[in-house]
C-alpha cells in the first residue's frame, strides 16, 4: 500500500489514510483547494481519476448552464446518462449492456431540461418525499430514451410499473 499523505494530485492533497475495501483497494481522505475533504481511493488519485472533491465539476456546471448545482434534475440526466453509458455503473448490466441508449439531442443538457420542463417534470420542493418526487420513465422499456419514448412519473409511480412488469413475467 502506497502512502498518500501529503501527495497532491490536481487539487487534492491526501491528509490520512481511510480504509481498506473489500476488493483490497486503500481509500484516502484528502483536503480539496475548495476547503471540502473527500474520500477516494488511491489508485484512483495515481491514474488521474479523482482530481477534486467535485468542486471542479460544480464549477463548470454552473458556468456551462447557469443553473444550480443542486438542481435535481441535473442529477436524473446525469445518472439516466450514467447508466446507459459507463460501464462501472451498477446498473449498466440492465440499461447499456443490453442496448438501451440516450438519444444524441439528450447529450446535451440544455435540450434534455426544456424537454423535461415542457413534458410534465416538476422540480421537487425541500419537503417532497423522495416517493413524490419525479422520476424519468421509459414508455416501452426494450427502446432508448428519447422524448418520444419518455414521460415523467413519480417514484412511487416508477416503482409500482415495475413492481407489476415483473409480477407479469412468472
Same mark, same amino acid.
Given at each position: 500500500?502506497?502512502?498518500?499523505?501529503?501527495?497532491?494530485?490536481?487539487?487534492?492533497?491526501?491528509?490520512?489514510?481511510?480504509?481498506?475495501?473489500?476488493?483490497?483497494?486503500?481509500?484516502?481522505?484528502?483536503?480539496?483547494?475548495?476547503?471540502?475533504?473527500?474520500?477516494?481511493?488511491?489508485?484512483?488519485?495515481?491514474?488521474?481519476?479523482?482530481?477534486?472533491?467535485?468542486?471542479?465539476?460544480?464549477?463548470?456546471?454552473?458556468?456551462?448552464?447557469?443553473?444550480?448545482?443542486?438542481?435535481?434534475?441535473?442529477?436524473?440526466?446525469?445518472?439516466?446518462? +450514467?447508466?446507459?453509458?459507463?460501464?462501472?455503473?451498477? /446498473? @449498466?448490466?440492465?440499461?447499456?449492456?443490453?442496448? #438501451? &441508449? =440516450?438519444?444524441?439531442?439528450?447529450?446535451?443538457?440544455?435540450?434534455?431540461?426544456?424537454?423535461?420542463?415542457?413534458?410534465?417534470?416538476?422540480?421537487?420542493?425541500?419537503?417532497?418525499?423522495?416517493?413524490?418526487?419525479? +422520476?424519468?420513465?421509459?414508455?416501452?422499456?426494450?427502446? /432508448? @430514451?428519447?422524448?418520444?419514448?419518455?414521460?415523467? #412519473? &413519480? =417514484?412511487?409511480?416508477?416503482?409500482?410499473?415495475?413492481?407489476?412488469?415483473?409480477?407479469?413475467?412468472?
Amino acid at each position: 500500500m502506497k502512502n498518500e499523505i501529503g501527495n497532491r494530485y490536481g487539487k487534492l492533497t491526501g491528509v490520512a489514510f481511510d480504509h481498506i475495501s473489500k476488493s483490497k483497494n486503500a481509500y484516502w481522505k484528502c483536503v480539496c483547494d475548495c476547503g471540502l475533504t473527500t474520500v477516494t481511493s488511491g489508485t484512483y488519485l495515481r491514474k488521474g481519476h479523482t482530481t477534486s472533491c467535485g468542486c471542479t465539476k460544480r464549477e463548470h456546471f454552473k458556468k456551462t448552464h447557469g443553473y444550480s448545482d443542486s438542481e435535481p434534475l441535473y442529477g436524473v440526466w446525469e445518472q439516466m446518462r +450514467s447508466r446507459c453509458n459507463n460501464a462501472n455503473n451498477p /446498473r @449498466y448490466s440492465t440499461y447499456g449492456a443490453n442496448g #438501451i &441508449t =440516450v438519444c444524441k439531442e439528450w447529450d446535451d443538457y440544455d435540450t434534455f431540461r426544456k424537454w423535461a420542463f415542457e413534458n410534465g417534470y416538476k422540480a421537487p420542493g425541500a419537503n417532497t418525499p423522495k416517493k413524490e418526487r419525479m +422520476s424519468i420513465d421509459r414508455i416501452d422499456p426494450s427502446k /432508448r @430514451y428519447e422524448p418520444d419514448n419518455c414521460r415523467w #412519473i &413519480t =417514484v412511487s409511480e416508477n416503482s409500482k410499473y415495475k413492481h407489476e412488469c415483473h409480477a407479469n413475467q412468472t
